[in-house]
Nanobody, 119 residues
Framework: QVQLVESGGGLVQPGGSLRLSCAAS????????MNWYRQAPGKQRELVAH???????NYADSVKGRFTISRDDAKNTVYLQMNSLKPEDTAVYYC?????????????WGQGTQVTVSS
């Protein structure tokens, strides 16, 4: 059983910052890649940031220069530092991981954490 648990969401004013965390637990052998997605009301879920097992990263154009993804493999945790937040960043943010946990490679999702950017 693998579980991803996000934390760190909340209400922040435009221009503010938040740091999201996602901790993976269970009998995990290897985490290949970890991602942050988001879904705003009425919109499709979109990939925000991606980090590989070697630390390579990619970002959506809309967040480049403002968001930073990082991972702590000792804690099986991925972070998303979000700076200079804009109202259009408002969404539910989901953690996603590609991993191996005693069987075939698998993809797991967290339950989501709400981020609201508003004055």
């Amino acid at each position: 059983q693998v579980q991803l648990v996000e934390s760190g969401g909340g209400l922040v004013q435009p221009g503010g910052s938040l740091r999201l965390s996602c901790a993976a637990s269970g009998s995990i052998f290897t985490i290949y890649a970890m991602n942050w997605y988001r879904q705003a009301p009425g919109k499709q879920r979109e990939l925000v940031a991606h980090i590989t097992s070697t630390g390579s990263t990619n970002y959506a154009d809309s967040v480049k220069g403002r968001f930073t993804i990082s991972r702590d493999d000792a804690k099986n945790t991925v972070y998303l530092q979000m700076n200079s937040l804009k109202p259009e960043d408002t969404a539910v943010y989901y953690c996603n991981a590609l991993l191996r946990a005693g069987g075939p490679d698998r993809e797991d999702w967290g339950q989501g954490t709400q981020v609201t950017v508003s004055s």
